[in-house]
């Protein structure tokens, strides 16, 4: 750690804190390995903080019902809210010419980035790049998918110029037990067993997309950071110190089901195909609450909720931000109806 952390500096810890929910989920970084990585900064001689902006309620609700309160006293670490939108210059043009994160990430002398393995049906996989979408304050987020639309390439693109903008110093990511299939929230538990850290984000999501079986370029993501030129995104380029990823790996892991078609093919053809191959949102009647929570973070206010929930398919997006945040788990991803014939 005192390769990263120097005597006095402010350390921020981002781990992932979805929502406020208990650790045994699997849906927030665990409290133990943030208390572990945070024993090592403070014998570093670092000031610790810990922040992050949840999609839906303050962070210090969040905080208590995942499980961090006893870390937090234990090691004296700060509360760092997430409040203060700040553009950042990417050096591109046009729509992505600059992204907005958080002032008080851009405060902090070090950044240690600590996501937890899971499934996303926009993404593919949530981890170390994805992870840092959660730099950008509440409310902006929604933003962010609503000018991203249905072009994952674009948002993806967002995401990894969000995240060099954060600069994050290490990243270290929690695969002790990850959650596989209908992630980030509703997946299933799956015992991994792996700890794994970088201090070059993309090199550490292709590491892990690689153990996990899967195709680094699966990801939107380390095809997006090579395109743009940041990080290494190719497995060959990467030294890998510790156990060898054919030890480590994982056989029959669950992916999501695709929000979007993984194609080398133009934009407006994937267009055109969209319909009948991408998934979509669908509600578990037996399961949903009415609470509503679907239709206050739906940026294309493609919700409605009357005797029932009702998704305008026509004005989703598919940020799946919906199937996300349900808390009660309701909302899964349907296949698109070319891909459920080709299954029959």
């Excluded at 309701?330 to 014939?341: N, Q, T, W």
Aim: aromatic share 6%.
């Amino acid at each position: 750690m005192s390769a990263f952390v120097k005597p006095g500096q402010k350390v921020l810890l981002k781990p992932n804190i979805l929502r406020g929910v208990p650790p045994e989920k699997g849906v927030t970084t665990h409290p133990s390995v943030v208390a572990a990585v945070a024993q090592l900064v403070k014998e570093a001689g670092g000031k610790l903080f810990l922040g992050d902006s949840p999609a839906v309620g303050s962070l210090e609700n969040a905080v208590r019902a995942s499980g961090f309160d006893a870390v937090m006293r234990e090691f004296d670490i700060g509360l760092v809210p997430f409040k203060r939108p700040t553009p950042v210059k990417t050096g591109e043009s046009g729509p992505l010419r600059e992204v907005e994160i958080a002032g008080e990430v851009l405060d902090c002398d070090v950044l240690i980035n600590l996501p937890k393995m899971k499934t996303h049906a926009q993404m593919f996989l949530t981890l170390a790049v994805k992870n840092l979408f959660g730099c950008v304050v509440g409310p902006r987020k929604l933003e962010w998918h609503l000018k991203a639309g249905t072009n994952y390439e674009h948002f993806a693109r967002m995401l990894v110029h969000t995240a060099r903008a954060a600069r994050p110093a290490l990243n270290l990511i929690d695969g002790v037990v990850a959650m596989e299939g209908n992630g980030p929230q509703a997946g299933k538990l799956r015992d991994v067993g792996v700890i794994a850290a970088s201090a070059d984000a993309v090199a550490l999501d292709v590491v892990v997309t690689k153990m996990l079986g899967f195709d680094p370029d699966t990801v939107y993501t380390t095809r997006a950071a090579r395109e743009i030129g940041w990080g290494a995104s190719r497995i060959e380029d990467i030294e890998i110190a510790g156990e060898e990823i054919a030890d480590v790996s994982v056989r029959d892991f669950v992916p999501p089901r695709k929000g979007d078609l993984i194609l080398p093919i133009p934009q407006f053809a994937k267009r055109a195909l969209r319909r009948l191959f991408t998934s979509r949102p669908r509600v578990d009647a037996k399961k949903c609450r009415l609470c509503g929570e679907c239709a206050k973070i739906c940026p294309a206010q493609a919700i409605s909720i009357d005797a029932k929930v009702k998704i305008d398919h026509g004005r989703c997006i598919r940020c799946f931000c919906c199937q996300e945040m349900c808390p009660w788990q309701a909302i899964d991803v349907r296949d698109g109806l070319l891909v459920r014939l080709i299954h029959r």
